[in-house]
């Protein structure tokens, strides 16, 4: 039999996503076994310390210690609290450990924030990760030389399995049920639980506030001209004449303060317009276009669907459904 284990960080946790995941496994595998199989995995939630607060202390999770639990064949790391520099400093131990199983075979799953952790191992350095899009800042600042994907929901590499999170994360057990038992169990989890099977995307979950985490004035006057002046023509020609820069220079720092070109950022603010318009109003799709700075349809419906994962019109059925769709 397969072992997991739910790992038990210091500090900060996400009771749901211990619960669910030790949910989720243990049903899959009483499904497995009603078809007639042999048990797959045994499960255990195990950490450094006999005792842990969760939740902001009002629930006690008691693991098993890790020193004697051997090696495991999944780890599953739970999402932690928001700071996250601090649970890497608290979780040292624990951290070598899971470095030493993954050289070792195991296979190993974060969950939303939980991938900060995972990361601190260096085991993801030039590989994906996909956390939580509202981390994904603070991640590229810690880790810079992980390949950060903020669209994905799920990244499968080398036995290494990360999540965008929040509740998503149950597509990663959904996932990995169906990688370690069979489509069917998988299947039959997902209705179970009521989880829709094979989303892969968070982009029409995700809320662009624009990366201004950075010490670059000279950008920050620009994002703020940008946010300004978003449903105009921009042209960033113009803009880094007006912030005495070279455009090549210009570039480039706005490139490195953001992670965006200035087009981009440009593109994002104006989506970012359009979704707040398609969430709350009965305008049409059309209208809406106009009032971002849009006149073409195609470049508009192409631009949105590049960053949200889907057309203007799904993203308004999605999230308002009392207006009529155009």
């Known amino acids: 039999m397969k072992k997991l284990i739910i790992v038990i960080p210091e500090g900060q946790l996400n009771l749901i996503s211990i619960t669910g995941a030790y949910k989720s496994f243990t049903r899959a595998d009483e499904l497995w076994q009603s078809f007639g199989n042999k048990p797959r995995f045994q499960v255990q939630l195990a950490g450094f310390s006999k005792e842990v607060k969760v939740d902001n202390g009002l629930f006690i999770v008691k693991p098993l210690l890790l020193p004697e639990i051997g090696k495991a064949d999944l780890i599953i790391i739970p999402a932690i609290g928001k700071d996250y520099a601090g649970s890497v400093r608290k979780n040292q131990q624990l951290i070598a450990w899971l470095g030493e199983q993954y050289m070792q075979g195991s296979e190993i799953a974060s969950i ?93 979950y995700t809320i662009f506030s624009g990366q201004k985490n950075h010490d670059d004035e000279l950008v920050k006057e620009a994002q703020l001209f940008i946010e300004k002046h978003f449903d105009e023509k921009v042209s960033m020609e113009k803009l880094s004449c007006l912030l005495a820069a070279g455009r090549r220079n210009f570039d480039r720092r706005f490139i490195k303060a953001t992670g965006n070109t200035p087009l981009e950022y440009l593109q994002r603010t104006r989506m970012e317009a359009a979704k707040r318009n398609l969430e709350s109003s009965r305008k049409t799709i059309r209208e809406i276009m106009y009032e971002v700075g849009y006149a073409d349809t195609k470049s508009f419906r192409e631009t949105f669907k590049k960053i949200t994962g889907i057309t203007p019109a799904e993203y308004k059925h999605k999230f308002n459904k009392e207006a009529a769709i155009v």
């Open 112 to 204: 939303c924030v939980g991938a900060f952790l995972l990361a601190a191992t260096g085991i993801l350095k030039g590989r994906q990760c996909a956390t939580h899009w509202m981390a994904r800042d603070a991640f590229r600042e810690m880790f810079p030389e992980v390949d950060l994907k903020t669209d994905k929901l799920i990244t499968d590499e080398g036995g290494i399995y990360t999540n965008g999170g929040a509740m998503s994360f149950m597509n990663l057990m959904l996932y990995l049920i169906e990688k370690y038992y069979d489509r069917r169990t998988a299947i039959l989890c997902s209705k179970i639980f009521q989880v829709d099977i094979d989303r892969d995307s968070q982009s029409p």
